[in-house]
C-alpha cells in the first residue's frame, strides 16, 4: 500500500475496515490540508515575519506566539469551509467554537493543540499539531461543553502532523497506526510506513530531568534505575532524549520504542498534571495503544479517563508496554 496519496488511503481504508462515514473522509482530509499550509507557513518562518510571540495568553495563561494563532485560525478557517463537523475546540481557545449558522455542519466534533511545542518554534526546532475526532451525541449542542466531554475510548480517528526535516502526518482510525510523508512538490501526504510498532522494551526514557526534585516517590524510583544503568537493578544502561515537544517525543518513541514521562508532580499537583487531556493525552495514547504500547497516568489508563473539562490536565506516562507497567507497578507498590 506503501505510495498512496491520503485520500487513497481513505478510500482503502474504507474497503479493509468497513465505510468510512463521508464527513468523516472529509475531516480527516480537511485536517491533512490544514496541516499542509501549517508546514508551508512554518517553512517561512523569519521571511515571513511569523516569529515570536503574539502578545496574547491562552486560557493556560500562557503566552501565545504568532505561530500558534496562524496555526489555530488555519485549521478553524479550513473546517468551518469544510461542512463536515459539529464544532471544534482547541489549546488556544478558552471555549468550544461551534460551526457557525449558515455553514454547512456534519456529526462530528474536532479537538486539537494546533502547534505543539511551539516554544521550539523560535529556535527552529520540530514542533507539531495534534489532534481527535469525536462524535458529537445527537441532539446534542457543539456550543457546550459537554459533547466534547468523551473518554480517549470513544475517539474515532486520532492523529498528529510532526513538522521537522521532513513533514509526516501519522494516524489512527482504530486499526493500527500508519504515517504519510508530505511530498513537498505535489502537496500530497504519502503513505510511507504502515503498521507503526513500538518495540515491548527498551533503552531510552524522556522526562523533563530538570523536575526532578517534585516528582513523586515512584517515579523517583523508577528513574533513579534508569539512570544507575548497567550497575544497577536494571542491569543495563539507558539514554535520555527531551525535544520538549510531545508530538516529537511521541514520533521518536512510536518510530523506535521509548517511554516518554511528563508525571505528577508537586510544581502542576494542583491543576492534576502539565498536559492537557483532551487534546495532547488522549489522541497520543490512543496511537501509542494502537502500536501496542501502553498509556497511564501511573494510576489509571488515560483512555479510560472520564473528562470533567476540556482543558483538564493529566500526569502522562507513555510507551514502551514493560516500562509503562513497569511505573504503574511501582505506584502500586511504592
Ligand atoms: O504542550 C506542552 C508541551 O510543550 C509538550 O509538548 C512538551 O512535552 C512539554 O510541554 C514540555 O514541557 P517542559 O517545558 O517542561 O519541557
Not at 508525571?263 to 487531556?277: I, S
Request: charged fraction near 20%; proline fraction near 5%.
Amino acid at each position: 500500500m506503501s505510495g498512496l496519496t491520503f485520500a487513497a488511503y481513505l478510500r482503502d481504508a474504507t474497503r479493509a475496515h468497513g465505510a468510512l462515514p463521508a464527513d468523516l473522509i472529509q475531516t480527516l482530509e480537511t485536517t491533512a490540508d490544514a496541516c499542509c499550509q501549517i508546514s508551508a507557513a512554518l517553512k517561512r518562518g523569519a521571511l515571513a515575519g511569523i516569529l515570536g510571540q503574539a502578545g496574547s495568553s491562552n486560557i493556560q495563561g500562557e503566552d501565545q506566539k504568532k505561530l500558534d494563532v496562524i496555526s489555530n485560525d488555519i485549521l478553524l478557517d479550513a473546517h468551518v469551509r469544510g461542512g463536515h463537523l459539529a464544532g471544534m475546540a482547541s489549546e488556544e481557545m478558552d471555549d468550544p467554537f461551534p460551526i457557525p449558522e449558515g455553514q454547512a455542519q456534519g456529526r462530528f466534533l474536532l479537538l486539537f493543540d494546533p502547534l505543539d511545542g511551539s516554544s521550539n518554534i523560535d529556535i527552529n526546532v520540530s514542533v507539531g499539531t495534534i489532534f481527535s475526532v469525536l462524535e458529537a451525541p445527537a441532539g446534542s449542542d457543539a456550543a457546550e461543553v459537554a459533547p466534547f466531554l468523551q473518554p480517549g475510548t470513544a475517539q474515532v480517528a486520532a492523529g498528529y502532523a510532526v513538522y521537522g526535516p521532513s513533514t509526516q502526518l501519522v494516524l489512527t482510525l482504530g486499526h493500527g497506526v500508519d504515517s504519510f510523508t508530505l511530498d513537498p512538490d505535489s502537496g500530497d501526504f504519502v503513505l510511507t510506513q504502515e503498521g507503526m510498532t513500538i518495540p515491548a522494551e527498551t533503552q531510552e526514557f524522556a522526562i523533563n530531568m530538570s523536575n526532578q526534585r517534585f516528582w513523586e516517590q515512584p517515579v523517583q524510583h523508577y528513574v533513579g534505575e534508569l539512570l544507575a544503568g548497567k550497575t544497577g537493578k536494571r542491569g543495563k544502561d539507558f539514554n535520555m532524549r527531551w525535544v520538549a515537544a510531545m508530538v516529537a517525543d511521541v514520533h521518536r518513541i512510536l518510530t523506535r520504542g521509548g517511554v516518554f514521562l511528563y508525571p505528577l508532580d508537586t510544581k502542576t499537583f494542583a491543576k492534576g498534571g502539565k498536559l492537557r487531556l483532551m487534546y495532547e493525552a488522549n489522541p497520543m495514547s490512543w496511537l501509542v495503544e494502537q502500536a501496542g504500547g501502553a498509556a497511564s497516568t501511573g494510576r489509571e489508563r488515560i483512555l479510560d479517563i472520564a473528562p470533567n473539562g476540556l482543558h483538564q490536565r493529566v500526569p502522562v506516562i507513555l510507551g514502551s508496554r514493560a516500562e509503562v507497567e513497569r511505573v504503574v507497578d511501582y505506584h502500586r507498590e511504592i
